[in-house]
């Protein structure tokens, strides 16, 4: 197969090209510790400063309230341990969704086990949480509320700045992961009264394996690694320090020209989406309509399974991705798709298509007009489509 | 992730379709986890003359049922009971782990297929056990600590 069409950006992207040069002499040249005494060193350290103060400017924080990771997942499991860890003793209530990553989820229930309780809000059909619902659950003992920026599955955007300003009126922390959203939606912790904020680099065309936690000044978070001074001794480790510079470049590249690039993107989406919708009888959208991330379209197909989609639309070059049960390893399909009121054969169907920079008009041509025969070829392979028709007829 | 063979009978599935009026069918699987798995048998004379699938699942289960039916088309009965999961992952040059299941699917449909033939035509088959309720009970993998 020769074409090749990546449609899969929420999984990850490519490092951008002047993402990449930024990087390369830190592994080469510039490759001392920060933590050395000597000049050469101290270049890196000046480096980690700069890419510091690009994450900060980015999100409307401070330098100091950033502080650098391995990545989206590390970030969440600090910001949800850390606090639990610090705050015990004020209680050990926590508030998140039934939507969020499996970071911010299997945190919860470990911590479950730990003897906390955790409140897993219910989402309307779209994927947004109720803000009265929220405040219902606040109690006295409640120490975190955890929410995502967007959902990596389908897309939609919660209510943050609403969520932030009940989380600082009832006294409790505010944590959002921010993995998704990161590079393609206006975020303003100030603004949006967000205490923590979790946030990865490969999703937003930098590295992988380099993330951070933005930790707003005052809030108490115990250390996550121990073992050396790195990032004021909160997160021991010599610094990933091509990785922490090429994630300040490319969240530095993603917010200047943002509002360019998000236009292109969601008139490419929505093209996908109604071209899907219209030529595909019995496919639905995922996700709110219009409260959705860029580059984000989720559609189910009844009566057919989303592996095999997958690999279909793989054997025509495209590269996709799916919330069915046999793409993750175990037998129910995505929990998201569930949590949005999806039956279970629906939910199994589902096509997640996340756009990028290199997608064009004629890649999106190529993929509406390839996807029906592919449908059409599975549900005739299927005994629920087989019953459905016979009841119809 | 498949092996060739998996890909080939994914790809090009064998006696895909239905029978009309066929002597026996069974359903098997469910919604909830991501495949079932229809079996359609013209038998005649204890021959099993054609038979035919239709499956709602991932890869791995159109596979499986593409191989079953080459497995049992033309055989007896008696043979046709000979078929296991293991035969047709090995038939297939195997399955990913998480994919063992669908092989067991394939099994079970085809003995719903013959249990159906065989109340239809009240007839009794030797070894022949009433389709389980849910044949997913088998395999259900944690991946949590």
Known sequence: MDKAIYFDYAATTPTSKEVLEEMIPFFTQNFGNPSSVYSIAGKNKEAILKAREQVATAINAKDDEIFFTSGGTEADNWAIKGIAESYESKGKHIITSKIEHHAVLHTCEYLEKKGFQVTYLEVDEYGRISLQDLENAIREDTILISIMFANNEIGTIQSIKEIGRIAKEKGVIFHTDAVQALGSVHIDVKDMNIDLLSMSAHKLYGPKGVGALYIKKGVKIKAYIHGGAQEKRRRAGTENVPGIVGFGKAIELAYANREENTKKIIALRDKVV?????????????????ERLPNNANISFDFIE???LLIMLDMKGVCASSGSACTSGSLDPSHVLMAIGLPHETAHGSLRITLGDKNTEEDVD????????????LRDMSPLYEDFMKMNQ | MYTEKVMDHFMNPRNMGEI???????TVGNAKC??????FLDVEDNIIKDVKFKTFGCGAAVATSS???ELVKGKSIEEALQVTNRSVMEALDGLPKAKVHCSLLAEEAIHAALWDYAQKHNIEIEGLEPPKEDVHDHDHDDDEE
């Open chain 1, 306 to 308: 989303g592996e095999s």
């Open chain 1, 366 to 377: 190529y993929l509406l007009e390839i996807l029906p025969q592919i449908v059409q070829r």
């Open chain 2, 34 to 39: 991501g495949d079932i798995m229809r079996i």
């Open chain 2, 20 to 26: 009309e009026n066929a002597s026996g069918t069974g």
């Open chain 2, 67 to 69: 191989m079953a039916t």
């Open chain 1, 274 to 290: 109604k071209g899907i919708l219209e030529n595909v009888p019995y496919s639905r959208l995922n996700g709110h309509p219009t």
